[in-house]
């Protein structure tokens, strides 16, 4: 796998443990982009010379091929945006801030990343609503339990819930959580940010009413995300900003807004970003989907097995169900110091909250140390890793 990523050919020693804050890219995706540039530079949507003509039909394209990626009924239900975090605050603003009246609530969990909390927490605080929280088991698994009493007791207007944990890896079990909304008139948004590039999305299947994910942490460009919504719920929310590409008819005094998708992507998109970001689904599909998975949970188990038998380390994050995530912290040593010796080793990890603060005050700790692994990592990055956390136990010694 390594051979299709350039970054590994620049620095060969390099031990990238850090997807689940962005992934590497592949030559197509990086080719893509350049050659969109190249050879097909023009805005969208907008002239009839032919270059425009191409460059929006490889735009509309990637629409099509990301409908037919989450198996969703419409292209017109895929909306572009600049990642997961603009995804969640268009719908915090068109949805949630439209619906929500004074003593209503959304409910969230404890592991949310702050990109599917503050949003939902502002649009709270300005609506006088509630944010509730789902709690989190000791082992990082969602407390379940709860979810029912919480959906009946209040007046929930949406639930937004992340499908992988970013900072536990636990995988939640978004299709019994939707089911459960359901049954009580609730919608469901789902943050797909950690599972998009690894599990397969059946929007109609999970019968799941929003999802957002971003291009960056799936082999694709940065500033790009997708924003799936059900059609029927869409068409009911207004546009959440204003401009160009967005409109049917304007005059000083009145506009008549676009049609879906339109009507949510005011101005110029990041049209080379869409359509490298086309690239990278191709590149998914062609990844042995059951091999991969099979692989990243082989590298988990075995980073666990020989991470526990250093002394004084702690796994955070014990869930059965758990993607290519591993936090953990190293006795008195302060994860930033960790992060800082393993990096002189070219062995890049993060340290820190993870943007989940939080879900670390909830669990009493100032932050972890994340190894996160994808398709390019093997055995030896993870020999790597546990010889360089061991060197950092030496260290701390001395
Ligand atoms: C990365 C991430 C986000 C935010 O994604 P951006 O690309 O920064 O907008 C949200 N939720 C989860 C679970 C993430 O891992």
């Known amino acids: 796998m390594r051979q299709f990523f350039p970054i590994f050919e620049h620095y060969p020693d390099l031990v990238y443990l850090d997807s689940a804050a962005t992934t590497q890219k592949p030559r197509i995706v990086i080719e893509a982009e350049r050659y969109f540039y190249e050879w097909q530079n023009a805005n969208v949507h907008r002239s009839i010379y032919p270059l425009a003509a191409t460059a929006t039909a490889a735009y509309e394209d990637t629409r099509e091929k990301t409908r037919a990626f989450l198996n969703a009924r419409e292209a017109r239900e895929i909306i572009f945006t600049r990642g997961t975090t603009e995804s969640a605050n268009l719908v915090a603003q068109s949805y949630a801030g439209e619906r929500l009246e004074e003593g209503d609530a959304l409910l969230i969990s404890a592991m949310e990343h702050h990109s599917n909390l503050i949003p939902w927490q502002q649009v709270c605080l300005r609506k006088k609503a509630r944010l509730l929280v789902i709690p989190v088991n000791r082992d990082g698994t969602l407390d379940m339990s709860r979810i029912p009493e919480l959906l009946r007791k209040n007046r929930v207007k949406l639930l937004a819930i992340s499908h992988i944990s970013n900072t536990l890896g636990t995988i939640n079990p978004i299709s019994d959580i939707i089911a459960l909304a ?32 971003s291009s960056h942490k799936m082999f694709g460009p940065t500033g790009v995300g997708v924003l799936y919504g059900k059609s029927e719920l869409l068409e009911t929310m207004p546009p959440w ?133 994808s398709v390019y990592n093997t055995e030896a990055d993870v020999v790597r890793l546990v010889k360089g956390v061991r060197e950092v136990l030496r260290l701390m010694g001395d």
């Open 182 to 213: 359901h049954q009580h008139g609730t919608p469901v948004f789902v943050d797909a940010a950690q599972s998009a590039a690894s599990m397969r999305l059946d929007v109609q299947a999970l019968d799941v009413d929003f999802l957002a994910f």
């Open 241 to 373: 900003q204003y401009g160009g590409e967005m409109i049917r008819d304007v005059t000083f005094e009145h506009t008549v807004f676009a049609p879906l998708p339109q009507k949510f992507e005011a101005g110029t998109p990041n049209i080379a970003g869409v359509v490298a970001f086309s690239a990278a689904l191709e590149f998914i599909a062609g990844l042995d989907r059951e091999k991969i998975t099979g692989q990243s949970r082989a590298l988990l188990d075995y980073a666990t097995d020989e991470l526990n038998r250093i002394p004084g380390l702690t796994i955070i994050g014990q869930a059965r169900e758990k993607a290519g995530i591993l936090s953990f912290t190293l006795a008195d040593a302060h994860p930033h110091d960790i992060a800082t010796i393993l990096s002189e080793q070219q062995i890049c990890i993060r340290a820190g909250h993870h943007c989940t603060q939080p879900l670390l005050d909830f669990l009493d700790l100032p932050g972890t140390a994340r190894a996160s692994f």
